[in-house]
């Protein structure tokens, strides 16, 4: 906040790494951010009473991840209804499966979307679907992969070579 004269103010932190631009302004520009959890008090100091406020900001610098979601292989199935997803599991981050609308309101249901092993249910012969391994953390997502699911129909057409020849030689 702006501070009225004859008062005064001023930033400061818990690092001496960080530095601001304009310690006196309440809008200035932080830079030397730690990872991790850094504080930065501004402090109000009352000419008159001869006193100071200090409030605390924190700021948890969270390290980029280089983790890489991996939903495994595209499938090609015959006539099932439901299936067994297998994909890889984050170290740090956090992870889910996701699906288009479209799908999920055709019936499609992920069992349990943060289990990387989950089974996803309602399949329909004849249909292709897609399902999405996402990695994630407090800043966003980290790293995506879409494994295709091809669920082709069993054939409908009765196999007929034709009536049985003999052949006398």
Do not use: R
Not at 13 to 33: E, K, M, Q, W, Y
Not at 136 to 143: H, V
């Amino acid at each position: 906040n702006l501070v009225t004269s004859p008062d005064s103010a001023l930033w400061s932190s818990n690092s001496a790494s960080i530095t601001f631009n304009d310690i006196n302004n309440p809008a200035t520009i932080v830079s030397n951010l730690q990872t991790g959890l850094n504080e930065l008090y501004w402090t109000v100091f009352d000419a008159i009473c001869q006193d100071s406020i200090i409030d605390t900001i924190q700021i948890n610098v969270i390290p980029p991840s280089n983790e890489l979601a991996i939903a495994g292989d595209n499938i090609d199935t015959c006539n099932i209804s439901t299936f067994n997803l297998s994909a890889n599991s984050p170290i740090t981050a956090n992870a889910n499966w996701l699906q288009s609308a479209q799908q999920q309101s055709n019936g499609i249901v992920i069992v349990d979307p943060n289990d990387s092993n989950t089974q996803v249910k309602n399949l329909a012969p004849g249909e292709s679907y897609q399902f999405i391994w996402q990695f994630y953390d407090a800043c966003g997502t980290i790293s995506l992969d879409t494994i295709e699911l091809n669920n082709v129909a069993a054939p409908t057409d009765n196999a007929f070579a034709g009536t049985d020849i003999y052949y006398c030689g």
